[in-house]
């Protein structure tokens, strides 16, 4: 199952909702490009819906690195939103959960771009 992305906006944060897998190829390609699309239209507050994301293998994890990293450098934030059990186990093993501000109910997850 290829990666699927869609964008809504909640007052100033858009929300990036994401189905399938986050994998080398289309998968990361996908994410990278839409958070680098998204930056470059000025859009800084950004939530990375992964509740439909069923695996993320080492470019995946590159990819989410990638996208901390450009919306940091323009003063942003990136965060992310209902992790699956698996998603969360390899965020925690390669420390990245210390990295990314994570959060489990969408509503509060917004409020903490205030």
């Keep these: 199952m290829s990666l699927k992305a869609s964008t809504r906006q909640m007052g100033t944060v ?3 909702d994401l189905s399938g897998k ?3 190829g ?5 994410l990278r490009e839409t958070v680098k699309d998204l930056a470059g239209r ?3 507050k950004l939530l990375l819906n ?9 470019s ?6 990638a996208s901390f990293t450009t ?3 323009q003063e942003g934030q990136i965060k992310l939103l209902k992790l699956t059990s698996k998603v969360h186990d390899l965020l ?5 959960l210390t990295v990314f501000d994570v959060f489990t109910d969408e509503a509060t997850a917004l409020k903490s771009f205030s």
Aim: charge should be neutral; charged fraction near 15%.
């Design 50 to 58: 992964l509740a439909d994301v069923s695996y993320i293998d080492s």
């Design 92 to 96: 925690q093993i390669t420390k990245l």
């Design 60 to 65: 995946g994890l590159g990819a989410l690195v």
């Design 14 to 16: 858009t929300v990036i």
């Design 22 to 24: 986050i994998v080398l």
């Design 71 to 73: 919306i940091k450098g």
């Design 26 to 30: 289309d998968g990361s390609s996908l």
């Design 42 to 44: 000025g859009q800084k």
